[in-house]
């Protein structure tokens, strides 16, 4: 019996470490996930499936109901691992239907997934724990008790006759509304937290009617190898950038959820627009120094067929890179980006002949003369 509880608290134990990593990134959706990204790039299903209209229900993330389902299931267990025998068929009547409602709702959460189109590699491994919790929980009913005995014990548990039954009774459901609170006050923090730096939706409501507002300028912009996200959009948006800029990061930011949300519906093309004046005559000092080698190792990376990924792995590295970056930094950015989407050994090649050329791309100097004459 001590082995069946055993495998499924730690089963439970790892929906809670799930549960708990898709209710942050539910509200830190720009966080990286390290090796346990559903995707590579901005191609990241886990953020499509998180950030979709099914993700809440009645203000609460599906995530946080997950994580009390798994608090509730860790709980229970260690009651009857610690009471012994006294309780363990109460606990088994109890926890059973739970759990059978916990993998109903995976069941419709899967086929939801599936409507959406993405799918997101720790959902599923939840659905996984929470079908392993239910097959163990049946295993170990079906080895030790019975189902006459678990509902008797299960409803004197519920319509309790004396002092010990009463008192675990009270503990349950202490512990149901203390995990809850916990549970809802702690994603309502995180949900804060998230929103110190974000527009209302009142605002951002009020800054796209003013930007709908406005005449269409019918501008023609020129064709550019620097692109990211879906190769037929419905949304086209072109950024002006300069790569070592840190608001272009916190931009990068809204990149990087924007196409994780809506990568089959839109792109983004980028031009350069360096502050730097080793590159750029419409300037007379540098806030970026280097940011024109920034551009030029954009450039190649693009000219190499590699862009998005080159782009990725730059601004994922830009905490550590932007305080010394040189052209140095550009090929080690080119390297690691071989190794974590594996590159054609071609690509890398082109990129470092085209880094080292000793021309400056004619893309970089038109694309500043372009921004001018908008900005005319």
């Given at each position: 019996?001590?082995?069946?509880?055993?495998?499924?608290?730690?089963?439970?134990?790892a929906?809670?470490?799930?549960?708990?990593?898709?209710?942050?990134?539910?509200?830190?959706?720009?966080?990286?996930?390290?090796?346990?990204?559903?995707?590579?790039?901005?191609?990241?299903?886990?953020?499509?499936?998180?950030?979709?209209?099914?993700?809440?229900?009645?203000?609460?993330?599906?995530?946080a109901?997950?994580?009390?389902?798994?608090?509730?299931?860790?709980?229970?267990?260690?009651?009857?691992?610690y009471?012994?025998?006294?309780?363990?068929?109460?606990?088994?009547?109890?926890?059973?239907?739970?759990?059978?409602?916990?993998?109903?709702?995976?069941?419709?959460?899967?086929?939801?997934?599936?409507?959406?189109?993405?799918?997101?590699?720790?959902?599923?491994?939840?659905?996984?724990?929470?079908?392993?919790?239910?097959?163990?929980?049946?295993?170990m009913?079906k080895?030790?008790?019975?189902?006459?005995?678990?509902l008797?014990?299960?409803?004197?548990?519920?319509?309790?006759?004396?002092?010990?039954?009463?008192?675990?009774l009270?503990?349950?459901?202490?512990?149901?509304?203390?995990?809850?609170?916990?549970?809802?006050?702690?994603s309502?923090?995180?949900?804060?937290?998230?929103?110190?730096?974000?527009?209302?939706?009142?605002?951002?409501?009020?800054?796209l009617?003013?930007f709908?507002?406005n005449?269409?300028?019918?501008?023609?912009?020129?064709?550019?190898?620097m692109?990211?996200?879906?190769?037929?959009?419905?949304?086209?948006?072109?950024?002006?950038?300069?790569?070592?800029?840190?608001?272009?990061?916190?931009?990068?930011?809204?990149e990087?959820?924007?196409?994780?949300?809506?990568?089959?519906?839109?792109?983004?093309?980028?031009y350069?627009?360096?502050l730097?004046?080793?590159?750029?005559?419409?300037?007379?000092?540098?806030?970026?120094?280097?940011?024109?080698?920034?551009?030029?190792?954009?450039?190649?990376?693009?000219?190499?067929?590699?862009?998005?990924?080159y782009?990725?792995?730059h601004?994922?590295?830009?905490?550590?890179?932007?305080?010394?970056?040189?052209?140095?930094?550009?090929?080690?950015?080119a390297?690691?980006?071989?190794?974590?989407?594996?590159?054609e050994?071609?690509?890398?090649?082109?990129f470092n002949?085209?880094?080292?050329?000793?021309?400056?791309?004619?893309?970089?100097?038109?694309?500043?003369?372009?921004?001018?004459?908008?900005?005319?």
């Open positions: 019996m001590n082995r069946y509880l055993n495998l499924i608290q730690i089963i439970s134990a929906g809670i470490v799930l549960s708990s990593i898709l209710l942050y990134q539910h509200y830190h959706p720009d966080m990286d996930m390290g090796i346990i990204a559903c995707g590579k790039g901005f191609v990241n299903p886990c953020i499509s499936v998180g950030q979709s209209d099914y993700s809440v229900i009645f203000g609460v993330p599906v995530a109901m997950g994580l009390l389902f798994y608090l509730f299931i860790t709980f229970m267990l260690l009651v009857a691992d009471a012994g025998d006294k309780y363990f068929a109460a606990i088994c009547g109890l926890i059973l239907p739970v759990t059978v409602a916990g993998v109903a709702a995976d069941i419709i959460l899967a086929v939801i997934m599936l409507k959406i189109g993405s799918v997101c590699n720790l959902c599923a491994a939840t659905y996984a724990v929470t079908i392993a919790i239910l097959v163990l929980l049946m295993m009913i080895k030790y008790l019975s189902w006459k005995e678990i008797i014990s299960a409803k004197n548990i519920m319509r309790p006759v004396n002092p010990d039954q009463r008192a675990v009270a503990l349950i459901l202490l512990f149901v509304f203390f995990a809850g609170f916990s549970v809802v006050s702690g309502g923090l995180l949900r804060l937290r998230a929103g110190i730096n974000r527009p209302s939706d009142k605002m951002v409501t009020h800054e009617a003013s709908y507002r005449p269409v300028s019918g501008i023609v912009f020129p064709e550019s190898s692109t990211a996200g879906s190769s037929n959009p419905l949304v086209k948006i072109h950024v002006f950038t300069d790569f070592l800029c840190s608001a272009c990061y916190k931009f990068y930011k809204t990087k959820y924007l196409l994780a949300k809506y990568g089959g519906n839109i792109q983004f093309i980028y350069h627009y360096p730097d004046s080793t590159c750029n005559k419409y300037l007379d000092d540098s806030l970026y120094p280097e940011s024109c080698t920034a551009s030029k190792s954009m450039q190649s990376a693009a000219a190499a067929g590699f862009f998005e990924e782009f990725f792995t601004f994922n590295e830009y905490p550590s890179i932007k305080e010394n970056y040189d052209a140095g930094t550009a090929k080690m950015l390297d690691k980006t071989s190794s974590r989407f594996r590159t050994k071609e690509k890398l090649r082109a002949e085209l880094f080292d050329a000793g021309d400056f791309p004619s893309q970089v100097t038109g694309d500043i003369e372009f921004a001018e004459k908008m900005n005319c």
